[in-house]
């Protein structure tokens, strides 16, 4: 690859193709004609619009203050792209090099970039789902559609599950009046992402603000009248709630099928990837011109232990993205890894919700300023010994301070006296998370590296 | 006009939302809420904003003239 001119010549007239045409996309498209990249760019997507933002679909969007279908993504440059939008890729030739769509077609490169993200997981029972009223929310459509069926005013919403989307939802729902009931198999919102002591905050932010928030339970089934449209939905406590309304907010699937068969290291919980966003192939070993960037990418992080991280994170699509094309046009020597420190936030009834690190590895939790009843304060995860991750409720300018604690691995509990620290935060507490061997939707950070506790492993080797 | 605030930087001070209220709004104590797609007759307003954001959160679109795709395929 090196010294023998091959990667100017990729700079001066390759063949790069993007699949997956959303923000990591563009991004990466952006980067890569920035870095003076000059030959073909092929972006592919299976949505028929150009690249959008979607953390407004739940936010904006559902509080009716702005559209959904104008929320195309700004650009930083030109990109001269030749697009395939509405098509999916459908198929990919590692040997061959090239990526086949659902029009039959294929597109040949010289160095290709995923990242096809991931998309709301269904709900379970087909028959049900597709009852009218019934909705995901992960795509400008599915916001048209339901923003759509709430100002039309219904009787009630049903919100399934309480992960950050779901909370974002009944929020909205309960700013435009509406009555919304949140049924959530854990014992409080925001658990697995946040641990049991800030769901517990989370629960109360609900109640306040007048959702019929109901816990420790799971939706059994919907029932439809026979115009097909839903009406109720029952509940294990043998409750039954009626609502002419239901969004599934079940978390997400990565959208991986499409590479089955090729020999890419791909499958359910994403596609693995190294620091420097090269795919794996299924043997383990590096690709060198297949990049993965985005949601649907997992990949250590030194911070972490060298855990492989999943991020549903816009800011990880950005920076991953932006790592990725500069490594696919560079030497060895000059890559970059991405070690970008995961950060999130949630915006629901009025509070500002941050969060940064791996809150969800920690075990235990300070309350390290403000306080938890005036939903104002900072919240810091320890994890043997260090700060692993922090929360902020309407706080978050003290974030950027916590994350250089992360960064520099700093010792837990807190040895300083902060500003404006109760007595309730002089304690570290434990952080409450669920048993991880029981998943929770939408944590919005998987941790899947080795695990020794892991067993189901059956090691085949090849032979020759 | 295309916008996009990252929210992961912005900190919530405001300025954008003083300069330009009808493309920003703030929604509670901290939360930013926006218009990703302002009319052109706010464009000096966001402009300003842009400039006077303390983190430098607020892109703009830099290049307008690009052809915008539509989706062919399979329909
Ligand atoms: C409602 C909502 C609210 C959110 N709020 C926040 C927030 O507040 N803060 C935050 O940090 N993050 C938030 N996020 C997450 C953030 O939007 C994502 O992290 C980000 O969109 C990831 O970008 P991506 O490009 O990796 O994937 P995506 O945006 O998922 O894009 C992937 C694209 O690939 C396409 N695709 C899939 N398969 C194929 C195929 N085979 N061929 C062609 N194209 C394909 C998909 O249709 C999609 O257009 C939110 C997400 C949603 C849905
Ligand atoms: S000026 Fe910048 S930091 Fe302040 S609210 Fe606006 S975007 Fe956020």
């Known amino acids: 690859m090196s010294g023998d001119g091959s990667l100017e010549r990729l700079r001066r007239s390759g063949r790069i193709v993007v699949v997956g045409a959303s923000l990591a996309g563009l991004r990466a498209a952006e980067t890569l004609r920035e870095k003076g990249f000059a030959g073909t760019l092929t972006m592919i997507g299976d949505e028929p619009y150009e690249p959008y933002d979607r953390p407004p679909l739940s936010k904006q969007v559902l509080l009716g203050k702005a559209v959904a279908d104008h929320t195309a993504l700004p650009r930083r440059r030109r990109i001269d792209a030749d697009w395939r939008l509405g098509v999916p890729a459908t198929g990919l030739d590692m040997a061959e090099r090239v990526v086949r769509l659902g029009d039959g077609t294929e597109v040949g490169y010289d160095r290709l970039l995923i990242a096809t993200g991931v998309r709301a997981r269904p709900w379970p029972n087909e028959e049900e789902g597709a009852l009218g009223g019934v909705f995901v929310l992960r795509t400008r459509d599915d916001a048209v559609a339901l923003e759509r069926s709430l100002a039309a005013g219904p009787r009630r919403v049903l919100v399934i599950g309480a992960g950050f989307t779901g909370s974002e939802i009944a929020s909205a729902c309960r700013e435009r009046g509406l009555p919304v009931t949140v049924a959530e198999r854990a014992d409080a919102p925001l658990v697995g992402a946040l641990g049991g002591v800030i769901g517990a905050v989370a629960a109360e932010m609900h109640r306040e603000n007048g959702v019929d928030l109901r816990t420790g339970v799971m939706v ?5 009248d026979p115009s097909g449209r839903v009406r109720a939905a029952h509940l294990s406590d043998g409750s039954v709630v009626e609502a002419d309304v239901v969004v599934v907010s079940l978390g997400a699937m990565r959208n991986t099928e499409w590479l089955a068969g090729s020999g890419l290291g791909a499958g359910p919980r994403g596609i693995a990837c190294d620091a420097g966003c090269r795919a794996f192939d299924v043997r383990g070993i590096v690709t060198d011109d297949v990049y993965v960037a985005g949601d649907v990418a997992r990949s250590p992080h030194a911070l972490f232990g060298y855990q492989f991280l999943s991020l549903e994170h816009w800011g990880n699509a950005v920076a991953q ?34 969060s940064v690190g791996v809150p969800s590895m920690g075990t235990e939790i300070m309350i390290a300023q403000g306080s938890r009843d005036e939903r104002r304060f900072t919240g810091v995860y320890g994890y043997q010994g260090r700060v692993i991750g922090a929360v902020t409720f309407d706080q978050c300018r003290w974030l950027p301070f916590y994350q250089r604690m992360i960064e520099t691995t700093a010792p837990f509990p807190l040895e300083f006296p902060t500003v404006d620290r109760r007595s309730e935060g002089n304690k570290p507490m434990d952080a409450d998370f669920p048993d991880p061997s029981v998943p929770t939707h939408g944590p919005t950070i998987t941790l899947s590296g080795y695990s020794p506790a892991d067993r189901r492993m059956t090691f085949v080797p090849a032979h020759h | 006009m295309r916008l996009v605030v990252d929210l992961n930087r912005c900190q919530g001070y405001a300025q954008c939302a003083f300069l330009a209220p009808d493309v920003f709004a703030m929604h509670g104590d ?28 607020i892109l703009l679109q830099a290049d307008a003239d690009e052809p915008v795709p539509t989706g062919g395929g399979l329909r």
């Open chain 1, 321 to 354: 993205a932006e790592t990725a094309a500069h490594n696919m046009l560079s030497e060895s020597s000059d890559r970059r890894p991405h070690l970008w420190v995961p950060a999130f936030w949630s915006s629901q009834f009025g509070v500002n919700v941050k």
């Open chain 1, 220 to 224: 059994t089934g919907l029932e439809g």
């Open chain 2, 30 to 57: 901290e939360s930013l809420l926006y218009d990703p797609e302002a009319a052109e007759e706010h464009r000096e307003d966001v402009a300003r904003a842009v400039a006077a954001c303390p983190v430098q959160a």
